[in-house]
């Protein structure tokens, strides 16, 4: 289905469902703050909007024309979760210059490029791609989103990040990479994330971080790698985590030595994968100096 609906209509509603193609305003129809379509199609309204939060949920979108979207310049969150959309057409968010968040989880989606959120001003706060199908993260993806703060990309095909795919997110706090394919974390592939707090990196096929793979998280308080092949671990690639206090590393295949230099971490959550029997233990380290 390709999503034509938001031209020509003149209820305001400030909440408005359709349920079984009914449709149903919740309160006064004089202030449009807020729209939910479940099922059905509707007719959105297309200028002088005060439209703030849109969700487009469930609806077996495949396409979405450029310029849909032109006239809704108070909407700030935006729902396209659980659609068929395989694609951004150049020009799909036109308009939207006010928009922080924007859900694309459980969608098509095996490509996408820098142009494809070049409309949004450097606003948007969170972006949501779970449950897709991308397969690389090319460099300068995400190079316009300046003020990015939650970027998730949980339960995808990833298997390669590209040197400066997070260039300009120095304003991300949470990035979600778990449930991917990724064999190989390199050198350098995080530097410009110096506000980062959150890397979730569990459920990869990890078994190779490079030296100074982390060395610009100097913000990062928990990183979680849970469930990898990772067998080695360089000495030093914790080292210039200074508030790292989380560190989960169980259900990979590491020595009882490893790993080294986490003098600063409060709890390390690490299983030792034996030959004959796997055993776990949580270790509480103490965060005084000596």
């Given at each position: 289905m390709t999503l034509n609906v938001l031209k020509n209509i003149s209820m305001m509603t400030s909440l408005l469902f359709i349920l079984n193609g009914s449709l149903t305003p919740s309160s006064d129809a004089t202030q449009s703050t807020q729209f939910i379509i479940r099922e059905g199609t509707l007719r959105l309204p297309r200028k002088d909007s005060r439209l703030q939060r849109l969700y487009l949920n469930n609806k077996r979108i495949s396409t979405i024309e450029a310029g849909e979207f032109s006239g809704f310049q108070s909407l700030e969150t935006l729902y396209l979760s659980n659609n068929e959309l395989s694609e951004i057409e150049v020009g799909t968010f036109a308009g939207l210059v006010s928009l922080e968040w924007l859900n694309m989880d459980n969608n098509r989606l095996s490509e996408i490029s820098c142009?494809?959120?070049?409309?949004?001003?450097?606003?948007?706060?969170?972006?949501?791609?779970?449950?897709?199908?991308?397969?690389?993260?090319?460099?300068?993806?995400?190079?316009?989103?300046?003020?990015?703060?939650?970027?998730?990309?949980?339960?995808?095909?990833?298997?390669?990040?590209?040197?400066?795919?997070?260039?300009?997110?120095?304003?991300?706090?949470?990035?979600?990479?778990?449930?991917?394919?990724?064999?190989?974390?390199?050198?350098?592939?995080?530097?410009?994330?110096?506000?980062?707090?959150y890397l979730l990196l569990q459920r990869n096929?990890?078994?190779?971080?490079?030296?100074?793979?982390?060395?610009?998280?100097?913000?990062?308080?928990?990183?979680?790698?849970?469930?990898?092949?990772?067998?080695?671990?360089?000495?030093?690639?914790?080292?210039?985590?200074?508030?790292?206090?989380?560190?989960?590393?169980?259900?990979?295949?590491?020595?009882?030595?490893?790993?080294?230099n986490l003098d600063a971490i409060r709890e390390l959550c690490l299983t030792i994968m034996q030959t004959t029997q796997p055993s776990t233990r949580t270790t509480q380290l103490s965060t005084q100096t000596t």
């Open positions: 142009s494809d959120f070049s409309d949004f001003h450097g606003l948007l706060k969170g972006l949501y791609l779970n449950n897709n199908r991308l397969t690389i993260l090319r460099g300068n993806y995400f190079c316009n989103l300046t003020s990015l703060k939650d970027l998730t990309l949980n339960n995808n095909e990833i298997s390669y990040i590209e040197t400066n795919a997070f260039s300009g997110l120095q304003s991300l706090e949470k990035l979600y990479l778990s449930n991917n394919k990724l064999t190989i974390l390199t050198s350098g592939i995080f530097s410009d994330l110096i506000s980062l707090k096929v990890l078994s190779q971080i490079e030296p100074g793979a982390f060395s610009s998280l100097q913000s990062l308080t928990l990183l979680n790698l849970e469930h990898n092949k990772l067998a080695i671990l360089d000495r030093g690639l914790f080292c210039r985590l200074e508030r790292l206090t989380f560190l989960q590393l169980a259900g990979n295949n590491l020595n009882p030595s490893q790993p080294t």
